[in-house]
């Protein structure tokens, strides 16, 4: 199968523009409250180049139900993750965009892991998919990644302790055979990473490949970069390879894999656009600011171009040392609370170009 990290500039942009054109016009056309916003901003429907395409801040699904299809045919909800009390979005899926999110996660990921599955441990507690129709973007991702292994082993118990007994026996059970290990980033410093150190357990997990990603914002807090977080986990638990990826609820499928050289890519399926964060011009490569991130994938909702509350940069474009083509890019974090408020009342009526 051909990689999704090969289509160079020209071609990748002229095929991403018509779907993401085909889309915009779709939910005009079955999305009251998107066709209401794009009329309001006078935004064409048509776009020239990628920065062109009409974009939604992502905040409005935490605001809105926002769904282009009828809700009879919506199959699954995800929300994002949001601490008591706050807003989560809510995702709306039908089984087309469903299945599609799926295909296209098995795609960006092959390079990585190719099409064998792999023995799997999910650095996670079970209960998080307890209710199958709704779920949290954690519960989403591990959904997703579940495809990729076999013999799901689930790290933590409900109480979020290690399972250290039924970790060395799974270990020990598929030794000498490459192990995948799926979690969010944060979870995996605080409850698999300290809590080793803090009970003294000996854990290796050998010849084994980590995909990662969420919770920056808690290990910057913490002064742990992805250079000390790569380095300690090495040395502490044996993990041998490690890929963090860019992703959220509100484009699943379309995740951004950290590569060899520790760039985030942008597959054929997806882009990034760097914007400034007062006026949203696109900004030049290698200058910081909001990312907005494009996907083919979303048809049961308008979410196939969303600026984020993300700061990043866009380090370079079919040129990285991996091979991979496609821009890639880097994540400094959120913006500042009093900057995404200014950004809030800069923002009139839904739709930005």
């Not at 520790?262 to 964060?277: E, S, T």
Request: with cysteine; hydrophobic share 35%; charged share 25%.
């Amino acid at each position: 199968m051909t990689s999704p990290y090969h289509l160079e500039k020209t071609q990748k942009s002229l095929q991403l523009l018509d779907k993401l054109n085909e889309l915009t016009h779709w939910h005009f056309e079955n999305n009251d409250q998107y066709r209401a916003m794009i009329e309001k901003s006078g935004t064409k429907l048509e776009a020239k180049t990628l920065e062109e395409v009409p974009f939604l801040p992502v905040q409005l699904f935490k605001l809105m139900d926002l769904v282009s299809v009828p809700k009879e045919q919506v199959v699954k909800v995800l929300t994002s993750s949001g601490t008591t009390g706050q807003q989560v979005s809510k995702i709306f899926l039908d089984k087309e965009t469903s299945v599609a999110q799926t295909k296209t996660l098995v795609e960006v990921m092959k390079p990585l892991l190719g099409g064998k599955r792999l023995p799997m441990i999910i650095l996670d507690t079970k209960s998080v998919l307890k209710n199958r129709n709704s779920f949290s973007a954690r519960g989403a991702g591990i959904l997703g990644f579940a495809n990729f292994g076999r013999k799901h082993f689930y790290a933590l118990n409900d109480d979020m302790s290690l399972d250290v007994e039924g970790l060395q026996a799974f270990l020990e059970e598929y030794k000498g055979q490459r192990r995948l290990l799926f979690g969010f980033t944060f979870m995996i410093w605080q409850y698999i990473y300290k809590e080793s150190i803090k009970q003294g357990f000996d854990i290796n997990f050998g010849d084994s490949i980590l995909i990662h990603g969420g919770g920056w914002k808690k290990l910057k807090d913490e002064a742990v970069d992805a250079q000390t977080f790569n380095r300690l986990l090495k040395e502490q638990l044996g993990i041998q390879e490690l890929h963090n990826y860019y992703g959220m609820v509100e484009q699943v499928g379309s995740i951004f894999v950290e590569c060899s050289e520790g760039h985030l890519h942008a597959p054929q399926f997806a882009d990034v656009i760097i914007r400034d964060p007062i006026e949203f011009t696109p900004l030049p490569y290698y200058t910081q600011g909001l990312i907005q991130v494009l996907s083919e994938l979303p048809k049961s909702y308008p979410g196939h171009s969303l600026l984020t509350e993300d700061l990043g940069t866009i380090l370079g474009e079919d040129d990285c040392a991996c091979g991979w083509k496609g821009k890639y890019f880097n994540v400094a974090g959120r913006i500042p609370k009093a900057e995404l408020r200014g950004c809030s009342d800069t923002f009139q009526g839904g739709i930005m170009r």
